[in-house]
Nanobody
Framework: QLQPVESGGGLVQPGGSLRLSCEAS????????IGWFRQAPGKEREGLLC????????TYADSVKGRFTMSRDKAANTVYLQLNNLTPEDTAVYYC?????????????????WGQGTQVTVSS
């Protein structure tokens, strides 16, 4: 079974940047739509962005427009989430998820495979 694995989280100062990675050993992520989500303490999990198999992106959260972007590295079989201009409100556990279909789902529950998450903390 596909098991996404996130990495790249850490502690960053406000205004800083991070790049998160999503990998899945033994599975070609090119065939899956990949989404990024986050969950802050005491809050519900929210969708951020999705990238389809063809490379088109969908933004789920207005709060990340212009700051977060997604990309694929086909050779590395990795999907990235670039986080720029981070604020303390971006502190959360960030998850990637894969959908068995190649296009981005409309709803979180449609994603089939979820990673364990990586912590991002934005603090001075």
């Amino acid at each position: 079974q596909l098991q996404p694995v996130e990495s790249g989280g850490g502690l960053v100062q406000p205004g800083g940047s991070l790049r998160l990675s999503c990998e899945a050993s033994g599975f070609n992520l090119d065939y899956y739509a990949i989404g990024w989500f986050r969950q802050a303490p005491g809050k519900e999990r929210e969708g951020l962005l999705c990238i389809s198999s063809s490379g088109g992106t969908t933004t789920y959260a207005d709060s990340v427009k212009g700051r977060f972007t997604m990309s694929r590295d086909k050779a590395a079989n990795t999907v990235y989430l670039q986080l720029n201009n981070l604020t303390p409100e971006d502190t959360a556990v960030y998850y990637c998820a894969a959908d068995s279909l190649p296009y981005c789902p409309d709803f979180m529950y449609e994603y089939d495979y979820w990673g364990q998450g990586t912590q991002v903390t934005v603090s001075s």
